[in-house]
């Protein structure tokens, strides 16, 4: 099994900046991608960004400029600042990771229980 905890959401004002984390833990042979989707009320699940094993990375259009996904060296945990931040981006913020399981080598698709991110004065 693999477990993904998030940290790091809260209430900011707008303008604000805040930074969240995810670490990845468990029966993991390598991860493969990390992202960091959102889901804010009444709206479909979004990819926010993306980054690959190898550091490549994407990002949704609405943040390009303000978010940036990075991670760590043993690609296990990874972060999203989040800079001038907007009361459309209040969301819960969900934690991606596909990986290929140590014991079995199958790939894996593992998601976080989310947290919660408010912008608003």
């Known amino acids: 099994q693999v477990q993904l905890v998030e940290s790091g959401g809260g209430l900011v004002q707008p303008g604000g900046s805040l930074r969240l984390s995810c670490i990845a833990s468990?029966?993991?042979?390598?991860?493969?991608?990390m992202a960091w989707y959102r889901q804010a009320p009444g709206k479909e699940r979004e990819l926010v960004a993306g980054?690959?094993?190898?550091?490549?990375?994407d990002y949704a259009d609405s943040v390009k400029g303000r978010f940036t996904i990075s991670s760590d060296d043993a690609k296990t945990t990874v972060y999203l600042q989040m800079n001038s931040l907007k009361p459309e981006d209040t969301a819960v913020y969900y934690c991606?990771?596909?990986?290929?399981?140590?014991?079995?080598?199958?790939?894996?698709?593992?998601w976080g229980q989310g947290t919660l991110v408010t912008v608003s004065s």
């Open positions: 991606n990771a596909r990986v290929r399981d140590l014991l079995t080598r199958k790939d894996l698709t593992t």
């Open positions: 980054i690959t094993r190898a550091g490549s990375t």
């Open positions: 468990g029966r993991i042979f390598v991860v493969n991608y």
